[in-house]
């Protein structure tokens, strides 16, 4: 059985060939393998008589049995048990497709990637910032910053920005006495000069292509798991009537249920008894579950292993019947004592670690996306680089306005434009303005 023992060009290999070479170093032991006559690991007939494996060590044909075998109390009657190599227990595998996925509180999020919505995050601080910063550049915005305080201070900024993500920038105009008066609805002060209105036009653009993302991955996720069962429990299994499931004939695994007296499991066996679901092999169940609708119940070393070959299947989370594989000696026999020593001492070094990593080795490369999976920053690079883009332009133009006014105030004072030009800069970017002067536009929106 893959990957413990395997033939390849007439030599054999696998996960137990392994150990058995580690123990042999450890015990300095010489020895053969062959393949047992049957097929079995080992099954106890009506008379009293021993298949497999274990019969083969029961009737001194071997000495050792090495295997997937699993300790159970009948075994440990018949033969002697070393301590286990490997644990495992019963679950589940099925394909992935019929499933849904874990839901978690923070659902909400699974729209974009976690790469994505750090980019989100940067963005919107960049924007506010170019914002702050154009406004105060801009004397189309900002145009006496001796006298007057700056609508788009840097709070503002981030509540512009924050407000166009809700799609809330809108404003309007009325007169009343003759005079016009700003009714600002949605994230505060709109912009005036060219500069910020290009950033304020790019940053929309990135949100509705953003929100329009957003909401069209969720609907997918949302609908794609609608179609789907959940189904993380034996119990969630027993209790629908979808999928088939079963488990292989015979086995340990059908035994466990076979004498569980616990509700659950007592279901699951009659209902494998009753629709006839054993399989006769565990490739044959791997091959149902890949199939379709069909559950395959089986020990979780040899299920994890089909979901590192197969990347269609998935295990689900819950694992029952905790077990061991053990190496089988006949009563009495006096390796039983150093081969569980030396197990233990591969274990303490890490080496059955080692090996499981080894044989157990995912040949998934990687996962394939399909309609809910979250968007990653790779399919909104193209947006991204425009918001660059529009932010780079927003400054630019900025500067060019002042300087174009830096110039026309040399003319008429007479003085170089680049002297007017570094005033201009630190008028703007110097704390001069008094509380009044900041709060009079307040007032006046008000």
Known sequence: QEPYIMEKNSVLEGYCIDLMKELSKKLDLKYTIHLVKDGFYGRQDA?????????????????????????????????????????TGISIILRK????????????????????????????LMTSVCLFIVARLSPCEWSEPQTEGNRFTLLHSFWYAAGALT?????????????????????GPQPKALSVRVISVIWWLFTVVLLASYIASFSSMRNSDSTKLSIETFEDLAKQDIIEYGTLRDSST???????????????????????????SV???????????????????????????????????????????????????PL??????????????????????????????????????????????????VLGGG????????????????????????????????????????????KKDQDAPEKSKT
């Open 167 to 187: 799609l809330q920038a809108s404003n309007c105009s009325c007169v009343e006495n003759g005079l016009e008066n700003q009714i600002y609805g949605g994230a």
């Open 97 to 124: 497709d019929i499933v849904s996925s874990e839901s978690h509180f923070f659902e909400f999020l699974n729209p974009f990637s976690k790469e994505t919505w750090i980019g989100i995050l940067i963005a919107y």
């Open 336 to 385: 039983v004592k150093n081969l569980s020593v030396a197990i233990l001492q591969l274990i303490d070094a890490g080496e059955l670690d080692y090996l499981r990593e080894k044989w157990w080795a995912s040949t998934c490369v990687s996962e394939e996306g399909g309609s809910s999976a979250p968007l990653n920053p790779h399919c909104l690079g193209g947006i991204f680089f």
């Open 47 to 87: 008379k009293g008589n021993w298949n497999g494996m274990v019969g083969e060590v029961v009737r001194s044909e071997a000495d050792l049995a090495m295997a997937s075998l699993t300790i159970t109390a009948m075994r440990e009657k018949a033969v002697e048990l070393t301590k286990p190599f490997m644990q």
């Open 283 to 333: 490739e044959e169940g791997i091959r149902k579950a890949q199939g379709g609708s069909f559950a395959f119940i089986g020990e979780s070393a040899s299920l994890d292993l089909a979901v590192a070959r197969y990347c269609s299947l998935t295990r689900v989370p819950e694992v029952i019947g905790m077990r061991g594989y053990a190496i089988a000696t006949s009563l009495g026999s």
């Open 391 to 434: 932010l780079a332009l927003g400054v630019l133009l900025a500067l060019v306005e002042l300087a174009l006014k830096s110039k026309t105030r040399a003319e008429e004072q007479k003085k170089s434009c680049c002297s007017v030009f570094s005033e201009e800069l630190s008028c703007r970017f110097r704390n001069s303005s008094s």
């Open 254 to 280: 059908f035994n466990f249920f076979k004498n569980s007296n616990q509700p659950v499991y007592r279901m699951i066996y009659e209902h494998m008894q009753r629709r006839h679901s054993l399989v006769s």
